[in-house]
């Protein structure tokens, strides 16, 4: 997992601290609890804040995809030789099962595009291990989801959504995730840590 880094130039338009406060009463009016993850523990700010920042280091990294696509584009593949076609019906189960596999093989486990959505990059960090959890992406996407409601105007907008929008950029993705590690260190709650402290 990259190093988070603390992306530079973003469109002001989604950091702004008119932005940040309008989440803020959004989140406060949330139906359930937005630093709560799925384990029913509270989330710090900089927990989340550290995940937003490794999700943007993640998709620097490999690059932003404004959609999942699992496949290569075919049309790569149209002269490649030795293509079987699986519906021959002279073909024997053996014959299948390697044209499968090959297809499997080619087609799914190489050449991956390492490009990932904005969702598949905040569960990637929390899968990690390193600079979030799945909690701290169950509440980063919460945190996101406000601050897109605050950003947009409209009480359903969401992230993921958002994201998917054919004019949508790489730069609008890191302004997002910079606003939401700014967003959490501002009003999220402090860790068990400093509360003792």
Known sequence: MPKPTTATAVPATLITDATLSKAQEIAARSYGPVWTGPSGEESSGEAVARHLEATIALLDKDGWSRVHTCF???????????????????????QMLRALLRFVHDD????LDPRRTLDTALRHVGEDGTYGDSDTAHVATCVLDRLVQAHTGSDYARATAWSE?????HADITALLTAGARFARTYGPASASDRAA
């Open 108 to 111: 799914i486990g190489l050449d």
């Open 165 to 169: 929008r054919q004019h949508r950029t």
């Open 72 to 94: 290569r584009d075919r049309n790569q593949d149209k002269d490649r030789a030795g293509d079987v076609n699986p519906d021959d019906e002279s073909m024997t189960v053996k």
